[in-house]
């Protein structure tokens, strides 16, 4: 058998390491769990990545660089900035991620005690609001929306996005899966001036 290249046994690392995660939650997944996984022993992880934080971050920025760019090319696709933006909220809260919500939520917890983490969190959050940023002001240049803020338009939006997809994770029984899509495109279509609806299709 052939042996595994430095990139490929990082990206074996960091499989297991999402497998873990998945289960357990980024804050309690440790070098010993990821080690188990892969049948191997810890002295391996650790020749590969300097710390757990550094393992974390790469898991989450798999994940979350994965959806963001499903969003992207999916939102190129369409034909003018309403469909752009109605496929953004659809996409960015999709009913069968829960799990990968729940890694944001886990992200976002441990950032404080993780600088790897957070750094990872803070670019992909901006990267996402960058790319709802760009579909508005997409849409102000064709005089299909109205706002005189489309930095803070598209925060807000995100904001409430972010909210209810939480929790849906967290709670529930308390949000309906289908809420975070019809509750964010309502807040979306006030935002930005369009008629109550429009983006629910």
């Not at 430095?6 to 499989?15: H, K, N, Y």
């Not at 710390?51 to 034909?79: G, I, Q």
């Not at 005189?148 to 996005?161: E, K, Q, S």
């Amino acid at each position: 058998m052939a042996r595994l290249s430095s990139l490929e046994r990082r990206d074996r690392i960091i499989d297991a390491a999402l497998a873990v995660a998945r289960r357990k939650g980024l804050a309690t997944t440790t070098v010993r769990d990821v080690a188990t996984e892969m049948g191997t022993s810890s002295g391996l992880i650790h020749h590969y990545f300097d710390s757990m934080d550094d393992v974390l971050a790469e898991v989450f920025e798999r994940v979350a660089a994965h959806d963001l760019e499903l969003s992207r090319a999916e939102m190129a696709t369409t034909p003018d900035p309403v469909a752009a933006l109605a496929t953004f909220i659809r996409t960015y809260a999709p009913i069968d991620r829960d799990w990968s919500f729940q890694l944001w939520l886990d992200a976002w917890a441990e950032a404080a005690r993780r600088p790897r983490l957070q750094a990872a969190s803070r670019r992909l959050n901006l990267a996402w609001v960058a790319l709802l940023e760009d579909a508005i002001r997409a849409g102000l240049a064709s005089g299909q929306f109205r706002s005189l803020d489309p930095t803070g338009a598209a925060w807000r939006i995100l904001a409430v996005l972010d909210g209810l997809a939480l929790q849906v994770v967290a709670h529930p029984t308390v949000v309906a899966r289908g809420d975070v899509e019809r509750w964010g495109a309502a807040v979306a279509e006030r935002e930005l001036g369009l008629d109550p609806g429009l983006l629910a299709g």
